[in-house]
């Protein structure tokens, strides 16, 4: 795009940050990600970040992810949250799988995939006492997952 003079946009950012994060291209997407503003004139919005808490989570650096979820100019809505915390079930990582946690209940209360993840990241690291906490407060939620579903669209109407 640049060669032939079209410059990108929020969307082009956003294309290419996911194919570094399907990719695990971490240092070059953090190039991209900090010529945002830098090279481009445009503001990083909520999917750039997403993507690069994604990417980080991904490829281990849980750190660098949680730190980049502190510094965003905004608050962080439930996708970040849940690359975050989807990242640490991946990577059983207790701490920030747990400040994660409590991100994603801010964000959207009852939040069923922070049991089942934090559930798994607590076994992982022998913590019984964690998994006994949260069965108890799904038991008090109640809460149940919902059932998958699919739908399509044809000139015949509509098939679920």
Not at 72 to 92: I, N, Q, R
Not at 122 to 134: D, E, H, I, P
Request: contains cysteine.
């Amino acid at each position: 795009m640049i060669l032939s003079g079209v410059l990108p946009d929020q969307i082009s950012f956003i294309n290419v940050l996911s194919a570094c994060v399907h990719g695990g291209k971490v240092r070059e997407a953090e190039e991209i990600f900090y010529s945002i503003q830098a090279k481009y004139g445009l503001e990083a919005d909520m999917e750039h970040y997403s993507c690069m808490v994604d990417l980080y989570g991904r490829a281990g650096e849980l750190e660098k992810a949680e730190e980049l979820v502190k510094r965003m100019p905004f608050e962080p809505d439930v996708v970040v949250w849940g690359a975050l915390l989807g990242a640490c079930g991946l990577h059983s990582c207790l701490e920030v799988g747990e400040f994660a946690a409590m991100g994603i209940s801010e964000v959207e209360k009852d939040h069923p995939a922070v049991y089942s993840i934090l559930s798994r990241i607590y076994g992982a690291n022998g913590t019984r006492s964690g998994v006994f906490q949260l069965k108890k407060m799904i038991r008090k939620w109640q809460g149940k997952k919902q059932k998958a579903g699919s739908w399509i669209q044809s000139n015949l109407g509509l098939v679920t």
